[in-house]
């Protein structure tokens, strides 16, 4: 479908305000020289017609949802994108492509290049609403040079539409259908394309599912495509204050590491000097800062690290929630499983025994699950905090940077209004 642009300049309304467009342009581009900020992951302007498969762009045109990307600009069209609704739906929509494929970012090349988790980003996604599937689709590693990870493809199709060899073959399709459709190599083209064809494929891909071995992204963090840059000015992720600023009493603290890295705790102590201002506001009570091993008295607040992979760390939680006013979990181990729930897609059995079994160090016919009726028993699975208890607050972050988290818990103790940045807002 070719398209025929006028330039004609006609009235249209976003959000009730009036800009002039140039009819027939895309309303994505339209309300970008409008100022307005509509997010996608799908759609690129050399693609026409666009490909409007992540629906990322959703908006109100004339009183219908419609994704932005595949509306051209008329006279008097009425669009809505920044109403309480349309935020909501379109958070939900990306949320859904984190909880429907395996994004463990801090294990990703991608990461910091990724559109996906910029757009995390940009839309303030701080949690899923959804519960993660933990699927195990197919990873192709066939290819001398490629590997397909199809449990981080949003299905944007852009590979499909956009990859082929000099000789106008087609690298990547589509394969079966509906939640099953998986993108397939075709592994005689794939071997035609030259190096820097290889490397543009795995560029498009708006996430890590297309990766051209050792071809990792050398940029150091800082430095990287998303690391400071926002799409939108004055970007900050607004928690809203109660206002009321009560008296600073001294607060008590309790902190535990579950499945864990103990990153979250090494952040919390990141603050530098912040750290002797710190000391004047809260006191430590049943932590591995303190080493104080039981709870003595109730605590204001407990800061939850990891998640759930075994039965001792559902005692340790459970006997928090009981001891502490609120409590948070910190960190995206405990908020859904984070690096450990890796193992989630795979059965436990398989695990330990490519862990004790079949583990490369191991002599000869020497390895063996251990076992001991002391030791915590695993769970099938890695749990998130909030399956297990009562969940107050959500800190989100792999780490959360130090001043994130205690912005957070100075809001959550004494009401201080707060904001975090773009770049303090990491999950890798
Ligand atoms: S960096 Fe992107 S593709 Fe990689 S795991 Fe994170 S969101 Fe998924
Ligand atoms: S592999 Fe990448 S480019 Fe291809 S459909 Fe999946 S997300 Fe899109």
Redesign the pocket.
């Known amino acids: 479908m070719k398209n025929t642009r006028s330039e004609k300049r006609v009235t249209i309304t976003i959000d009730g305000k009036p800009y002039q467009a140039a009819e027939g342009r895309n309303l994505v581009d339209a309300a970008k020289e409008a100022g307005v900020f509509i997010p996608s992951l799908c759609y690129f302007k050399h693609l026409d017609p666009p490909l409007g498969t992540c629906r990322a762009c959703t908006c109100k045109v004339n009183g219908r949802n419609v994704p932005a990307c595949m509306q051209r600009v008329e006279e008097g069209m009425a669009v809505e994108v920044n109403t309480p609704e349309l935020i909501d739906i379109r958070k939900a929509l990306v949320e859904m492509m ?1 909880a429907e ?1 395996n ?3 801090p294990s ?1 090349v ?2 910091g290049n ?1 559109d ?2 910029h757009m ?1 980003y940009e839309l303030g996604i701080t949690h899923m609403r959804f519960p993660h599937l933990f699927r195990d689709r197919h990873t192709d590693y066939q290819s001398r040079r490629m590997v397909l990870e199809n449990n ?1 493809c949003i299905k944007c199709r852009r590979c499909v539409e956009e990859v082929f060899t000099d000789q106008g073959k087609r690298v990547f399709m589509y394969q079966n259908r509906g939640i099953e459709t998986l993108v397939g190599i075709d592994h005689e083209q794939e071997a035609l394309l030259t190096e820097a064809q290889a490397e543009a494929a795995m560029n498009l891909c708006p ?3 297309i990766v051209v071995r050792g071809k990792r992204v050398a940029k150091p963090f800082g430095l990287r495509s998303f690391d400071q840059q926002s799409e939108q000015e004055d970007y900050g992720i607004r928690w809203s204050a109660n206002g009321d600023r009560s008296p600073r009493e001294k607060k008590m603290v309790a902190t535990v590491s579950l499945a864990g890295c103990f990153g979250c705790h090494m952040s919390l102590l990141d603050i530098d000097e912040e750290i002797l201002d710190l000391v004047d506001l809260v006191e430590f009570h049943k932590s591995p800062l303190t080493d104080i091993k039981r709870f003595t008295q109730r605590c204001d607040l407990g800061i939850v690290e990891g998640g759930c992979c075994n039965t001792e760390n559902i005692e340790t939680l459970r006997e928090f929630r009981e001891n502490c006013d609120i409590l948070v979990a910190v960190g995206e181990c405990a908020i859904w499983g984070g690096l450990p729930a890796m193992r989630n897609t795979i059965p436990l059995g398989e695990c330990l025994e490519e862990a004790f079994i079949n583990a490369q160090t191991n002599d000869e016919g020497e390895g063996r699950v251990p076992y001991h009726e002391d030791l915590p028993k695993l769970l099938n699975r890695v749990y998130a905090c909030n399956e297990i208890v009562k969940i107050d607050y959500l800190i989100p972050g792999c780490p959360p940077s130090a001043s994130h988290l205690w912005k957070v818990i100075r809001n959550i103790l004494w009401g201080e209004e707060f904001s975090v940045l773009y770049h303090e807002f990491k ?1 890798d």
């Open positions: 984190f494929g994004h463990f970012c990703c991608k990461s990724c996906l988790q995390g981080r996430t890590g599912a999950y």
